[in-house]
């Protein structure tokens, strides 16, 4: 079936340090990829998406890259802050069905 | 306020008792969706809709029911719920199938 590879399944970086989170998908018709937070006790939310038309998007201290052709994309958190501890996943979609990674555990170390 | 409610929030029950969880949405979202959440497992689809009296099967649909009579609602019903079953549920709705907003989550127990 459809998968989607999550890595790493916990992360620890200092505070002002950065964040790179990795995914991998199977499906090649998936053409969407978002990206949600979620801390502990509370439902996921959206902080990125990005489209398969675009190769990278940026918000303020975190961006998205997306490559296609190895079906591969990454979360890029910068200066990272102690309220960006959280569980992080990432997730593929083609409209309809949506496949979600196991997740990642980001630590942010004072 | 836009948002998602599920009901109930915390659920103890026992092996094939039937039980239905709510969900509703006010943001007139055509897509609803139902996860699960197991620790290490992340988040699976259990099922999804596109529209009105369309359903689809997720990744984990073995088990579980849903219905869309109308947009706004989307229960899912477990018929003879079993303790492989016992997780954190959460609804989700969308404009086109692209962002989630979610639910507050349903913690099931089944014992």
């Known amino acids: 079936g459809e998968n989607v590879e999550q890595h790493p399944s916990t992360l620890s970086v200092q505070e002002g340090d950065s964040a790179v989170i990795k995914c991998t998908y199977s499906d090649s018709a998936s053409n969407y990829f978002p990206w949600y937070k979620q801390e502990l006790g509370k439902r996921p939310q959206l902080i990125i998406d990005?489209?398969?038309?675009?190769g990278e998007k940026k918000d303020q201290r975190i961006a998205v890259t997306l490559n296609k052709t190895a079906k591969h994309f990454s979360l890029h958190i910068t200066e990272t802050q102690p309220e960006d501890s959280a569980v992080y996943f990432c997730a593929a979609s083609r409209d309809d069905k949506i496949i979600f990674g196991k997740g990642t555990r980001l630590h942010i170390l004072p | 306020e836009a948002q998602v409610t599920q009901n109930p929030r915390y659920l103890i029950t026992v092996t094939g008792k039937k039980l239905t969880v709510t969900c509703s949405q006010n943001m007139n979202h055509e897509y609803m969706s139902w996860y699960r959440q197991d620790p290490g497992l992340g988040l699976r689809q259990i099922y999804y809709?596109?529209?009105?009296?369309?359903?689809d099967k997720g990744d984990v649909p073995e088990g579980y029911k849903v219905s869309r009579k109308e947009k706004r609602n989307f229960p899912l019903i477990l018929e003879s719920p079993s303790p492989n079953q016992t997780s954190l549920y959460f609804c989700?709705?969308?404009?086109?199938?692209?962002?989630?907003?979610f639910g507050p989550g349903t913690r099931l127990t089944v014992l």
């Open positions: 989700a709705s969308s404009f086109n199938g692209n962002e989630q907003f």
């Open positions: 809709s596109m529209n009105v009296e369309v359903t």
């Open positions: 990005i489209r398969s038309n675009v």
